[in-house]
């Protein structure tokens, strides 16, 4: 039978397809016959292994979807990739924008956007449908970015500078919102927007992390100190609350985001 009509293989396969693959969305409707799984059929594919590969140099940085499904990287190779991560595919690239390695990529919370920054001093905002440019390089800094993430909203992003400064983006037209925030003595290595949205933190060589109001871009506070090396790496907890803080000194620090103490 199979050697008599090989697509009755793969049709055969139908059934067994995840409710929310791509595969099942796009031929399902194409096969309204095909047999059906009573019970037991998966809303997506289990969780698998893949190594993902293309990149021709070091891969500075990652970032997953806000559903999960795709990924970015950004390369020392200067080329951005987006990869699907339920078929172990790339989706676009190698996107070319920068001129120099690729440091920090970012997704917008509805995936439809990705943020890079690199050593080139520059932020490329990137369509993921199209894989396009959706505008010419962003200049605002005079080092190297490395860092970028978006606000909760997607209306705006943020950027940390080895200029040892932060720079806040409006998403849609890609200009500068109000002055690069200064507080910093050195690079600014790691920043992030709170998920409420109202504030901004950033680590830097200088040792400290500074907190901002996303609104007027003011310095809430003195600079937070309690480490003893350079900050490499922060977040917000979900609730925003609290702040942590890696660094070079192989310490943890966990801050309350109010009152700017360890806790």
């Keep these: 039978m199979?050697?008599?009509?090989?697509?009755?293989?793969y049709l055969s396969a139908l059934p067994f397809l995840p409710q929310d693959s791509i595969l099942s969305k796009l031929l399902s409707p194409k096969f309204p016959l095909t047999a059906k799984l009573v019970s037991g059929q998966f809303a997506t594919w289990p969780p698998?292994?893949?190594?993902?590969?293309?990149?021709?140099?070091?891969?500075?940085?990652?970032?997953?979807?806000?559903?999960?499904?795709?990924?970015?990287?950004?390369?020392?190779?200067?080329?951005?990739?987006?990869?699907?991560?339920?078929?172990?595919?790339?989706?676009?690239?190698?996107?070319?924008?920068?001129?120099?390695?690729?440091?920090?990529?970012?997704?917008?919370?509805?995936?439809?956007?990705?943020i890079s920054g690199s050593?080139?001093?520059?932020?490329?905002?990137?369509?993921?449908v199209t894989g396009s440019l959706t505008r010419d390089p962003l200049r605002g800094h005079s080092d190297c970015v490395g860092s970028v993430a978006f606000s909760p909203s997607g209306e705006r992003f943020v950027s940390g500078s080895g200029d040892k400064t932060i720079c806040i983006w409006d998403a849609k037209s890609g200009m500068l919102v109000g002055k690069p925030l200064e507080g910093h003595t050195d690079s600014v290595n790691c920043v992030a927007f709170s998920p409420d949205g109202q504030k901004i933190i950033s680590g830097s060589d200088d040792n400290t992390i500074c907190i901002w109001d996303a609104s007027t871009g003011l310095l809430v506070g003195k600079p937070l100190q309690g480490h003893a090396d350079r900050i490499m790496s922060i977040a917000f907890s979900p609730d925003s609350s609290k702040i942590v803080s890696g660094s070079v000194d192989e310490t943890i620090c966990v801050w309350d985001t109010e009152t700017g103490s360890q806790t």
């Design 2 to 9: 199979i050697s008599e009509s090989v697509p009755h293989l």
């Design 119 to 128: 050593q080139d001093e520059t932020i490329c905002v990137w369509d993921t």
């Design 48 to 114: 698998f292994g893949c190594l993902l590969t293309g990149h021709t140099g070091r891969v500075n940085s990652v970032a997953f979807s806000h559903d999960g499904r795709w990924v970015v990287s950004g390369s020392e190779d200067g080329t951005i990739r987006i990869w699907d991560t339920e078929i172990g595919l790339l989706l676009a690239g190698p996107l070319k924008g920068h001129s120099d390695p690729v440091l920090s990529v970012a997704f917008s919370p509805d995936s439809k956007l990705v």
